[in-house]
């Protein structure tokens, strides 16, 4: 077991050190989203309220959301979330500095041992509490409100 670890830890490592992380694009997230909705279903319901913004404490909410920050590069399962690339993916019209620094102040170690899904809802739901998450909130219903005024 511990020798698996070791070579997880060191594949995640060699990942991540052999080329330099791009934020991903707003259609590279949209491409994400719907694979990580095929191979995470939600209810209607659960549609609904993360059109809203709103993120249930639910399991299949959570193993979407570890999917899409997984396939984001954000989120490793071994090491958590990547403050850097947090602040270069969301940091919308903050500094990369203040974005870096809220994201630092919302991962964690996972001292607890929690299951990864679990993990990474925690740092999601710190990262929407924060000046970041109202600015993801504001932008979305930008959007929203764009996509209704054209249709």
């Known amino acids: 077991m511990f020798k698996y670890l070791i ?3 060191a594949l995640c490592t060699l990942a ?11 259609n590279e997230i949209k491409e994400i989203r719907a694979e990580c909705f095929k ?3 939600l209810n209607q319901e659960q549609i609904n309220k993360l059109k809203q913004t709103e993120f249930p404490d639910e399991p299949e909410v959570r193993q ?3 999917c899409t920050a997984t396939k984001l590069d954000i989120f490793c399962t071994h090491e958590g979330y990547h403050a850097d690339r947090l602040a270069k993916q969301f940091k919308m019209d903050l500094t990369e500095e203040e974005a870096l620094q809220i994201a630092q102040g919302c991962i964690d170690s996972n001292p607890e041992k929690s299951p ?10 710190c ?3 924060s ?15 764009a996509a209704a005024a054209s249709a």
Do not use: S
Request: proline share 2%; aromatic share 12%; net charge positive.
């Open 131 to 145: 000046k970041i998450g109202e600015r993801v909130r504001a932008y979305i219903k930008a959007k929203q409100a």
């Open 64 to 66: 979407y959301l570890l």
């Open 7 to 9: 070579v997880c830890l």
């Open 116 to 125: 990864a899904d679990v993990w990474a809802f925690r740092g999601h739901k």
């Open 16 to 26: 991540y050190a052999n080329e330099e992380w791009v934020a991903k694009t707003a």
């Open 39 to 41: 191979a995470h279903p």
């Open 127 to 129: 990262m929407m509490a």
